[in-house]
């Protein structure tokens, strides 16, 4: 059954703001990442035929966003900006990115997005996507051991970079 454009639209609203989240944790950039996602959902409309609902179409798109993501890190567009942004870090950082960079959020952000790719998408899947160790383990076609190997890793990268602030569910696990 092929959707209607009005049926595309409620599963855009649905699902943009979750979707652009998860591609931004991999892409680590925002603009990237709603290109990303937008790419994903014309993709989607364009071969919807293709789309079995065996399971849940959240996972779907979500596996669609990852794909799309580790594309774009491996792509030369990816590469190009990385040394742009290396040339014009050096600027000075203005008061509006120091008061950012204090935000305790903004220390979560920044640590888990430090940690390699293997132990950052499962904490997302974990604790932003509030997805459970056989459901990551489905989505990314992976063992549960391996999942929760890589959640105990991860949290173990996580606890010297948030000794100082108080995050109990990542700290004491």
């Known amino acids: 059954m092929l959707l209607e454009i009005k049926e595309l639209e409620e599963i855009m609203q649905q699902h943009t703001e979750r979707l652009i989240r998860l591609a931004?944790?991999?892409?680590?950039?925002?603009q990237s990442a709603e290109d990303i996602v937008q790419d994903v959902f014309i993709k989607f409309y364009d071969h919807q035929q293709n789309y079995e609902e065996r399971g849940e179409l959240r996972a779907y798109l979500s596996r669609l966003v990852i794909n799309k993501s580790k594309d774009y890190l491996r792509s030369w567009t990816y590469r190009k900006i990385q040394v742009q942004q290396k040339i014009f870090a050096k600027q000075a950082v203005t008061?509006?990115?120091?008061?950012?960079?204090?935000?305790?959020?903004?220390?979560?952000e920044n640590a888990i997005l430090a940690l390699p790719l293997k132990q950052r998408e499962v904490l997302i899947y974990y604790y932003f996507e509030e997805m459970p160790v056989?459901?990551?383990?489905?989505?990314?076609?992976i063992p549960e051991s391996t999942v929760k190997t890589r959640l105990r890793?991860?949290?173990?990268?996580?606890?010297p970079k948030l000794q100082h602030v108080e995050w109990e569910v990542l700290l004491h696990e």
């Open 95 to 108: 008061k509006r990115d120091m008061l950012v960079q204090q935000d305790e959020q903004t220390l979560l």
């Open 24 to 30: 931004f944790y991999y892409v680590k950039d925002l």
């Open 153 to 159: 890793r991860g949290r173990e990268l996580l606890k």
């Open 134 to 141: 056989l459901k990551i383990a489905e989505l990314l076609s």
